[in-house]
């Protein structure tokens, strides 16, 4: 692929997560040539911008200007102006802004060409050592009620996890995730290529209980291993019926069977309900 700038492109250009010299030769020579950058955060773009000296019009473009802050974009690629779209920290798109941009790009037959670099996500996979031949993204947990319904989606989930997490919700987060998936396997990534960077490979557990002695600091990722392929899971054999009645035997009243029932199965009670009726 020619690395000439195409008039008119939309670059979606990853930066580094901490270590500056992580930059790409490619991205440098993207960002000093597009004719204008879409920043999220445009003084955080801006010092990464003079770090390499590079002098260009900045736009913003973040989570609450998207809708109108995207048309204006859209307009100047129409108008044959090549743009590079940047988040504060690696690869935008990815738990950042981006996503609606490159959509719009695409429904409105603007080229839309990627220059790939940091993820933290990926960066903390490598070095984990948890098994990455197959693995989800999670990003961040939401923070609604949409929360518990992940969590019990990944109750049998085999696959490495991967979150991403602020630091002052990550004690809640590690219990809650203990509290729906009982113990499992860790890789806490902190502050990745950067000078504290630190990988704690512990368990759940262990985790919540280093951090009651000691305050988060800096940003995390959660490498979360898988559920053990070997702890079959005890009602893999019973019918619904069946493992509804073997709570109802350890004296669970029906509704809360159901609900036991359910949450194991990672679907929703009234899937149960609809199967016992
Ligand atoms: N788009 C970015 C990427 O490609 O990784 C992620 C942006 S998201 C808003 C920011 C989150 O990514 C942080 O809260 C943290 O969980 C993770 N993160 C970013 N940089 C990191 C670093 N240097 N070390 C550990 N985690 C990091």
């Keep these: ?18 270590n500056l010299s992580d930059i790409t030769e490619r991205a440098l020579k993207v960002l000093s040539e597009v004719d204008f950058i879409a920043a999220e955060d445009t003084r955080v773009s801006g010092l990464l911008l003079s770090r390499f000296d590079i002098r260009k019009n900045i736009v913003n473009y973040f989570e609450h200007n998207k809708k109108s802050a995207g048309e204006k974009i859209i307009e100047e690629l ?21 996503t609606e941009l490159c959509h719009a790009a695409r429904c409105a037959g603007i080229k839309v060409i990627p220059v790939p670099g940091a993820c ?34 990944l109750k049998n989930e085999k ?12 004690k ?19 502050e990745l290529t950067k000078i504290n960077e630190e990988f704690i490979i512990t368990t759940l557990s262990e985790a919540i209980a280093l951090y009651n002695e000691k305050e988060p600091r800096g940003e995390y990722v959660l490498v979360l291993g898988g559920a053990e392929a070997s702890e079959e899971v005890f009602w893999a054999n019973l019918s619904v019926e069946q493992h509804v009645d073997f709570y109802t035997e350890k004296g669970l009243s029906k509704m809360d069977a ?6 194991d199965r990672g679907v929703a009670k009234n899937v149960i309900y609809k199967q016992m009726l």
Excluded at 181 to 189: F, P, Q
Excluded at 258 to 263: D, G, L, R
């Design 120 to 153: 933290a996500a990926i960066t903390a996979l490598c070095a984990s050592g948890f098994d990455s031949r197959r693995f989800i993204f999670e990003g961040f947990l939401p923070q609604d009620s949409e929360k518990e319904q992940v969590l019990t989606s």
């Design 1 to 18: 692929m020619a690395n000439e700038i195409e008039a008119g492109a939309l670059y979606v250009v990853a930066t580094p997560i901490g």
């Design 78 to 98: 129409r108008s044959g102006c090549s743009c590079a779209l940047v988040t504060d920290a690696g690869t935008p798109a990815i738990s950042d802004p981006g």
């Design 159 to 170: 696959r490495t996890v991967i979150f991403y997490e602020a630091p002052h919700r990550l």
């Design 172 to 190: 809640k987060t590690l219990s809650e995730l203990y509290e729906a998936l009982d113990d499992r396997r860790i890789c806490l990534c902190r």
């Design 258 to 263: 159901i609900k036991a029932c359910a949450k």
